[in-house]
């Protein structure tokens, strides 16, 4: 191993992006902190586990009491939310639900860690492919995977402490059914014009929970890159999130026009229907 790691926090812990990573430091004999909202079912000697509601201030303001004594190698945040709904019949109580889930959290957090990291530290936050641009009827996703690359980008100019923007495609995970139940009001909205739209984003949830990359492949990119010299500021996993990232290059009204004919060659219809 490059670099010694003794003490890691990860938040929200339940992920199963974070399972294997949190046995493979703790065969490393790493003190693992671990906040999730849910209590982890792992039993591990060296893992110490914290109730921790990233949605609420408050919560977030009590886990981080409990840690005064101790100074962290390492930060990484994998809560994560996404709502989806027309742009038309968003609103900003929904926004801000997202917002406060994947952005204001970390906002929250970086602020509580600037004296419990070392300055040779690395704060990690999983991001998606959502950030990289458009992904129709998912803007409140895509705007907090955005600003939170913002943020983080902000915050190593301005501290200097590392930060690194770990952007996956559809990774096979619990995260589906767990957004198809969030959002069950939102579907409703789904009507009309908009209604192949919200049979298509369902079915789609519910396939990706099988069809994306295994979240141990995320597991072990996170686990490499803590040993690392030099990390990178932005990872891209998954040939989706590749795709994603090589569109991104491109802008303006050609661009929508493209993202839109896909989504009509995806949902029979939309445009026509019009």
């Known amino acids: 191993m490059s670099k010694n790691l003794k003490n890691v926090l990860i938040i929200a812990a339940t ?34 586990k914290f109730s921790l509601d990233v949605s609420d201030s408050k919560s977030i303001e009590n886990f981080f009491s ?14 994560g939310l996404a709502i989806v709904s027309p742009v038309e019949f968003l609103s900003e109580d929904e926004l801000l639900r997202q ?9 929250n957090i970086l602020k509580k860690i600037k004296n419990k990291i070392r300055k040779n530290g690395l ?38 402490i590392k930060t690194v923007s770990i ?25 009309g014009e908009y209604e192949n ?17 295994h979240p141990d492949k995320v597991s072990d990119l996170i686990y490499k890159i ?14 989706d999130a590749k795709i994603a990232a090589f569109f991104s290059l491109f802008k303006g009204r050609t661009l929508l026009k493209a993202v839109r004919k896909i989504l009509n060659k995806r949902i029979k219809g939309y445009i026509n229907d019009r």
């Open 123 to 160: 704060v990690i936050n999983i991001s998606s492919m959502s950030g990289f641009g458009i992904f129709p009827f998912l803007a409140p996703y895509s705007i907090s995977k955005a600003s939170s690359d913002i943020l983080l980008a902000c915050y190593e100019i301005e501290t200097g």
């Open 15 to 48: 992920s199963d992006m974070a399972q294997k990573l949190i046995k493979k430091l703790s065969d490393d004999n790493v003190e693992i902190y671990a906040g999730s909202r849910n209590i982890l079912s792992l039993d591990l000697p060296n893992l110490h």
């Open 226 to 239: 803590l040993y690392s010299k030099n990390p990178k500021f932005s990872y891209t996993i998954g040939k």
């Open 99 to 107: 917002l406060n889930v994947s952005t204001f959290s970390l906002l």
């Open 167 to 191: 952007k996956p495609g559809v990774v096979s995970t619990k995260f589906w059914k767990y957004c198809i139940d969030e959002n069950k009001d939102n579907f409703s909205a789904f009507k």
């Open 66 to 79: 409990n840690l005064d004594n101790v100074l962290f190698d390492a930060v990484i945040c994998f809560q």
């Open 197 to 213: 739209a919200g049979k298509f984003l369902i079915n789609n949830a519910r396939k990706n929970a099988n069809k994306g990359i």
